[in-house]
């Protein structure tokens, strides 16, 4: 007898597969809405030294923006240098340092979003502002998505090529 069980689990992560995503991106849609039709305020200040606050919390959130900015922009010039220097490889080896080279990308992307989340969690900290907790939200709900995607990018690139080396058929 064959049991049905596992073929009702996997339908039931195939709807999750796109329920997830699909709820995250209507988030942002709203979020974006509610940004555009109200104006941000400013929240009163708590903190009587917040000047001297603001003027440290600004360098470090000016360097958590240059690492961020870093970040992104050494992995974009490390992905095309890798993809130029295999250009001209066999198909085998092409496909599999292209999705290499696609899923460390991703993985920088997502290093990259984590300096940018903190930078904004220091501008948050010093002086929060309505548009600065959406911006925020907005990160986060980005860097989910990015993640989401990347480690379902991660488990059917391991399914279809397996975890060693992709062997394209033969035709």
């Excluded at 329920?19 to 991106?25: A, D, E, G, K, T």
């Excluded at 603001?54 to 240059?66: D, K, M, Q, S, T």
């Amino acid at each position: 007898m064959s049991e049905k069980p596992p073929q009702t689990t996997r339908s039931g992560e195939h709807w999750l597969s796109y329920i997830l995503p699909v709820s995250i991106i209507a988030g942002l849609v709203a979020l974006l809405i509610v940004m555009a039709e109200h104006p941000t305020e400013e929240l009163q200040a708590v903190i009587p030294q917040e000047e001297w606050l603001n003027i440290v919390a600004g360098y470090l959130i000016i360097a958590a923006e240059a690492a961020a900015a870093f970040v992104i922009g050494a992995a974009v010039v490390r992905a095309v240098i890798s993809y130029v220097q295999h250009l001209f490889d066999g198909m085998t080896q092409q496909i599999n340092q292209t999705e290499q080279i696609r899923l460390r990308l991703g993985h920088m992307l997502n290093l990259g979003l984590e300096f940018a989340m903190g930078s904004d969690i220091l501008r948050l900290a010093v002086s929060p502002s309505t548009g600065d907790v959406i911006i925020l939200f907005a990160i986060v709900l980005l860097r989910i998505l990015l993640n989401y995607f990347l480690e379902r990018e991660i488990r059917s690139s391991e399914e279809f090529c397996g975890p060693g080396d992709y062997v394209p058929p033969i035709e």
